[in-house]
Nanobody, 126 residues
């Protein structure tokens, strides 16, 4: 069983940085691909970044490339999303999600993910 808990959100000025954490208390997290998604009010949930179970491959939405970095430490059952150069349009609730490793990883499709955290609010002021 995977139980995800996000933390690290908050209020930051434009240009600032935050680091989000996604922690699992189970024993199988290291076998799961993990994605970060975000949802702003009145907007559909959108893909932000993803990382394969072994940490070898990462994926990013175009709007965050060069500003956000996803990483993981399986010994700590943790995935991070380092966010720099934050913009007001990055304001949203951020969710991490996990999917047991598969031969093909459709990382963008939120419906593929089996487990979700409760979300953490990120607010960027202008």
């Amino acid at each position: 069983q995977v139980q995800l808990v996000e933390s690290g959100g908050g209020l930051v000025q434009a240009g600032g940085s935050l680091r989000l954490s996604c922690v699992d208390s189970g024993r199988t997290f290291r076998f799961h691909n993990v994605g970060w998604f975000r949802q702003a009010p009145g907007v559909e949930r959108e893909f932000v970044a993803a990382i394969t179970w072994n940490g070898i491959t990462t994926y990013y939405e175009d709007s965050v490339k060069g500003r956000f970095t996803i990483s993981r430490d399986n010994a700590k059952n943790t995935v991070w999303l380092q966010m720099t150069g934050l913009k007001p349009e990055d304001t949203a609730v951020y969710y991490c999600a996990a999917l047991f490793r598969t031969s093909v990883y459709f990382y963008r499709d939120s419906q593929n993910y089996e487990y979700w955290g409760q979300g953490t609010q990120v607010t960027v002021s202008s």
